[in-house]
């Protein structure tokens, strides 16, 4: 019995080793299968970003190193989309504060006015141009209905505060002299009369008027190089533009 035992060992060792080498054999032969499918990997290559590929920069027959800095194609992101703009540095102030509160609505339009897309300030740099006086911030937007391209021009709106009922008058009424802006008031008897204005904010178009003016005032809004102060005027109709 004693020499059965022995054998029975024997024969399972013999079997352990058995088990061994054919796993040794299965893992080296899987290793063999990944490093082909590697190998298979080479022949592709793979965006690590979704977006759109644009014309290729080779074409084929070109020689292609792995060194060369151009590559192949350029691929970029469009949803969501990025557009830097820069402002004056003396934005900075009143937007971090808004910020604070809130995150602040962008808009982009065409060079012709028209409205493109509407997204959020995402990023402001962390230092201001000496050169210009600017400071660059990103706004992020969807675009899913792809209105902005990469490399495209747009015109940036930001909007950093919301007036309500606030008097408004056309950029042209707002004069600029030595002790500040003012205006030209017309009265009820026609005579103009010269008074100083607070100016809260003025655009292209128009200009918001903190203190000076009353609703329902008449205001110079051309010519006033032809008017002085006590000169009498002819009223004539006028409208103010929406604030661009």
Not at 56 to 75: L, W, Y
Request: hydrophobic share 40%; proline share 6%.
């Amino acid at each position: 019995m004693a020499a059965t035992g022995s054998g029975s060992k024997q024969q399972y060792d013999t079997s352990q080793a058995l088990v061994a080498q054919l796993e040794a054999a299965t893992k080296a032969d899987q290793a063999l299968i990944d490093m082909a499918q590697n190998q298979v990997n080479y022949t592709q290559i793979r965006s690590p970003i979704n977006g759109r590929a644009g014309t290729r920069i080779v074409d084929i027959g070109n020689i292609v190193r792995a060194t060369d800095n151009a590559g192949i194609v350029i691929v970029n992101q469009l949803h969501p989309i990025f557009v830097n703009f820069a402002l004056p540095a003396e934005t900075l102030p009143q937007i971090r504060a808004k910020l604070k509160d809130s995150e602040i609505t962008v808009a982009v339009q065409d060079s012709k006015g028209m409205p493109l897309a509407t997204g959020t300030l995402a990023v402001v740099d962390n230092q201001i141009n000496p050169a210009t006086g600017t400071i660059t911030y990103k706004a992020v937007f969807d675009n899913q209905e792809e209105a902005l391209w990469p490399g495209q021009f747009v015109n940036v709106r930001v909007e950093v505060d919301v007036r309500q009922n606030a008097i408004v008058v056309p950029a042209t009424v707002v004069q600029q002299g030595p002790d500040g802006p003012y205006c030209f008031v017309i009265g009820r008897d026609h005579v103009v009369q010269k008074r100083p204005l607070k100016v809260g904010f003025v655009s292209k178009t128009a200009a918001i008027i903190d203190d000076g003016l009353e609703p329902g005032e008449l205001v110079v809004a051309d010519g006033q190089y032809r008017v002085q102060d006590g000169s009498s005027v002819d009223v004539r109709p006028g409208s103010v533009e929406p604030l661009q």
